[in-house]
């Protein structure tokens, strides 16, 4: 039997980690899981809404950590999540992604001489100014297995000096979960209560430090969506650093953009297929509209998930907010094509990948 912790700790480790569990359920007479919540994020809405839209089951453990800075934040998780590993002695630890929960956890498991598979491995933004690129490239350094959603990654881990036997590429396992949670979005009344009809609207998410840390970029990009939001209704479910932010800097967007709060992963997956069009900075949602098919402008510089840009729908626009403008006009001026062929392996089959690796390592 063997025994394994899986680590989940913000709002995108969820929505990876859901399948993993379910097929480490179904395969329990191999397989032993505990699952732990570090407690990065901790609001209703940024947390147990994803666990009962997800049916994960209640994780066995919560750290408890909430926010703080990188240092404190991921400090806090190690000196919690040690004695966890101490107790529990699992064969391995889990970890997906590249949150403070992901490198804080592999770090803790890798001293304790407990070998790490890190789901999600070998995405680069060579953008060392991005937490999460510190977080991708220190928990890849410590990982065992590397499972890896695409072939750029798995050249990237090559050109770092991981060794080949320890990679092994099994999809993207948030498509999953998409492809699993896609039917039931049928049920979600999320644009009848927005009163927004179906392609006629454009999804806006934005909680890159980068893009709202900062007064003078943060109130460009919200110059920048009011525009849009006269060709079309712009929807922007806020994460609570940006509105936090938004209320700090006396930021009060028009009334033409509509901010609403944090939206489940049922609600949200139900505005997101049904858009004409998404703007984001997240990294899962650059992948979602690929297999979607939704036209997605991604407000960074660069992005680490380039397959978004050569297979699906994703165009980089950088900050610059008269380019967001001109290529929303350009994105909003063609008629979307429903033919569209997703990455090799994006296929709702990836979980079955992970676990037959962790089982075969
Ligand atoms: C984290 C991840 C980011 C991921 C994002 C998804 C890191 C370095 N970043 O960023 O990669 O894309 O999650 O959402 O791990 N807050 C709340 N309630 C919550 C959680 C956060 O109010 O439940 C507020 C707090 O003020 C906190 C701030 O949001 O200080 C930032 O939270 P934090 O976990 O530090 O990072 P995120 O910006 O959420």
Known sequence: MLKVVNVVGARPNFVKIAP???????????????????????????SEAFFRDL?????????????????????????????????????????????????????VAS?????????????????????????????D????????????????????????????????????????ALPRTKSSSVLERLNLEPREYAIVTMHRPSNVDDAVVLAELIKALETISEQLPVVIPLHPRTRANLSRFGINPSSKVRVIEPLGYLD?????????????DSGGIQEETTVLGIPCLT????????????????????????????????????SPSADHTPPELWDGRASKRIVDALLSS
Request: with cysteine; aromatic share 4%; glycine share 6%.
């Open 20 to 46: 993993i569990v379910a097929e480490m359920k179904r395969r329990r007479d191999h397989i032993q899981q505990i699952l732990v919540h570090t407690g990065q994020h901790y609001d209703d809405a940024m």
């Open 55 to 107: 049916e994960i089951p209640e994780a066995d453990i919560n750290l408890g950590i909430g926010s703080g800075s990188h240092t404190q934040q991921s400090a806090s998780i190690m000196l919690a999540f040690e004695p966890v590993l101490e107790r529990e002695k699992p064969d391995w630890v889990v970890v997906t992604g590249d949150v403070n929960s992901t490198f804080a956890c592999a770090f």
């Open 111 to 139: 001293r304790c001489g407990i070998r790490v598979a890190h789901v999600e491995a070998g995405l680069r933004s060579f953008d060392r100014t991005m937490p999460e690129e510190f977080n991708r490239i220190l928990t």
């Open 141 to 180: 350094q410590l990982s065992d297995l590397l499972l890896t959603p695409s072939a750029d990654a798995d050249d990237n881990l090559a050109r770092e000096g991981i060794p080949k036997d320890r990679i092994v590429r099994v999809g993207n396992v948030m498509i999953d979960s998409l492809l699993r």
């Open 268 to 280: 949200f997956l139900a505005l997101l297929s049904q858009a004409r069009l998404a703007l984001t």
């Open 299 to 334: 407000m960074r510089e660069n992005t680490e998930r380039p397959v978004t840009v050569t297979h699906g729908t994703n165009v980089i626009v950088g900050r610059d907010p008269q380019r967001i403008i001109d290529e929303a006009r350009v994105a909003l001026a063609k």
